[in-house]
């Protein structure tokens, strides 16, 4: 007997083009599942966030990466709400002479173009969210060789403050995703009733 799909897996591939990347992202939210079982229980749960923000952190960036190739590579689904003009900046440079094919591979780079082209709305203030969440990534690297501009002390960054603003994003990327992006046909979902890992 089939069980029925969770409301994370619904949310995911109503809108992913990448079923293998959408079977990791499931793969992620059951580790933070258990994570947050985990940080229930615990008398110190602060010291989950890093951990937990950094799987937040990885699952909004290859949500990005799968729209972005999406776009790049799916001509024969192509995604009705963006502009042919859109969808050429995503392709290409215009080298004048000719157009060369973008390589659009790093946090930053699906974090620029969702910016420019107003994929998340127009609050800069989701933008600076994704930029944060990308740097609290990369202190994956605890030598924090990157210079980041964060504060270089671990547990200052890693707080409770900019778990609930990582979960937040998360949860906004994945509503607009499955709203204003979605594959044809996907199933709706009631963001109102879906119970995140974080959910009480």
Known sequence: MNEEPSDISKIIFSFIWSFKKG???????????????????SIRKHL?????ILIIA?????VLEDFTQRIQQHSDE?????????????KYIDRGSYLEV???????????????????GVLPETYNAMDLV?????RLHIQNSEGDTLDRNESMIFTELNLRNSQ????????KMTQTYPRPGAMKVDFGKVKFPWSS
């Open 102 to 120: 973008k390589e659009l591979k790093k946090f930053n780079h699906f974090i620029d173009h969702a910016k420019k082209h107003k994929i998340f």
């Open 134 to 138: 990308r740097k609290l990534r990369n």
């Open 48 to 52: 989950y966030a890093k951990p937990i």
């Open 23 to 41: 079977d990791n992202i499931l793969y992620n939210f059951s580790i933070l599942d258990e994570v947050y079982s985990a940080r229930q229980k």
């Open 58 to 62: 990885a699952i909004v960036e290859c």
């Open 168 to 175: 937040d994003l998360l949860k906004l990327v994945l509503m």
């Open 78 to 90: 192509k995604i009705p709400i963006l502009s042919n003009k859109v969808i050429e900046d995503f």
